[in-house]
């Protein structure tokens, strides 16, 4: 008697907090009701160029066990890794250069917002007729819609690390390599990674439009061919392909921002 009624205690004690919507996780049902709205407009529309989910689904099945699709998506993802670590390195260190020292940005701040400005594929005849037709002119597709943005977001992030800590540094002897390295980068980290994960993004429609205008291989080639037949599945198809691409480049920044700002506090963000 005494052990059942010590349970009941516990269970008043404690009860059991109702279900609700709010403790749900956002990212699988956003997914989810993206998927039921498409399969229903899809079948409600009955038009040949937006088929239902579920017909695009069995495509890339087909497409998938065929090998068409990883195939191509190895050629894509070489010239993205290409095109990205170049616009990457290139972008940090321009980046950092123009927002620490003004010189440097009054002499290459006007080009890179003209060319952040201007139509990046636009460039893609010029890297055709100097590159020819191969990988590099689509790596350097890549690097003309992804470096800049890189570039911008990390002078502005060196901007705005706050004078008082490049001060207090010079005030212990701290030289200019050690304010760089050791109080201008880790403040501007946070800023910094945000513009690698807009890269990262741009990077992948480099690519795709590079892949479609200059050489037609790899995942463009499958929409360039696909598109020519009219295929709506396999555009779709293809298109869900380069979708998860997209997020995988930017869950792996996602990973290494972790690593990078892991030494800054955490903020709530409430739970509404």
């Keep these: 008697m005494s052990t059942l009624a010590g349970q009941r205690r516990a269970r008043t004690a404690h009860p059991r907090r109702p279900l609700s919507w709010r403790r749900l996780p956002a990212a699988p049902l956003s997914l989810a009701a993206g998927a039921v709205a498409w399969e229903l407009i899809g079948h409600l529309a009955g038009v040949s160029f937006f088929p239902p989910l579920s017909t695009v689904l069995v495509r890339l099945a087909d497409m998938a066990s065929s090998g068409v699709i990883l195939s191509s998506l190895g050629d894509s993802l070489l010239n993205l890794a290409l095109g990205f670590a170049f616009s990457l390195a290139a972008g940090l260190v321009t980046g950092v250069a123009m927002g620490r020292y003004r010189r440097v940005e009054a002499a290459l701040g006007v080009y890179v917002y003209a060319l952040l400005t201007a139509p990046s594929l636009v460039f893609a005849p010029i890297f055709f007729s100097v590159l020819g037709e191969g990988r590099g002119s689509i790596i350097a597709v890549v690097v003309m819609y992804a470096m800049f943005v890189i570039i911008i977001n990390t002078a502005?992030?060196?901007?705005?690390?706050?004078?008082?800590?490049?001060?207090?540094?010079?005030?212990?002897?701290?030289?200019?390599?050690?304010?760089?390295l050791r109080i201008m980068l880790p403040a501007a980290a946070p800023m910094i990674m945000a513009g690698v994960r807009l890269g990262i993004?741009?990077?992948?429609?480099?690519?795709?439009?590079?892949?479609?205008?200059?050489a037609v291989v790899g995942l463009g080639r499958i929409v360039t061919e696909a598109g020519g037949r009219f295929d709506s599945a396999s555009v779709l198809a293809v298109l869900l392909v380069i979708?998860?691409?997209?997020?995988?480049?930017?869950a792996l920044v996602q990973v290494v921002d972790r690593r990078i700002t892991r030494w800054i506090p955490k903020t709530s963000r409430g739970d509404r």
């Design 201 to 214: 993004g741009r990077a992948v429609t480099g690519m795709i439009n590079g892949e479609m205008f200059i």
């Design 243 to 250: 979708i998860a691409v997209a997020l995988g480049g930017v």
């Design 156 to 180: 502005s992030a060196i901007q705005s690390v706050p004078g008082h800590l490049v001060e207090m540094a010079r005030s212990y002897g701290a030289s200019e390599r050690q304010v760089l």
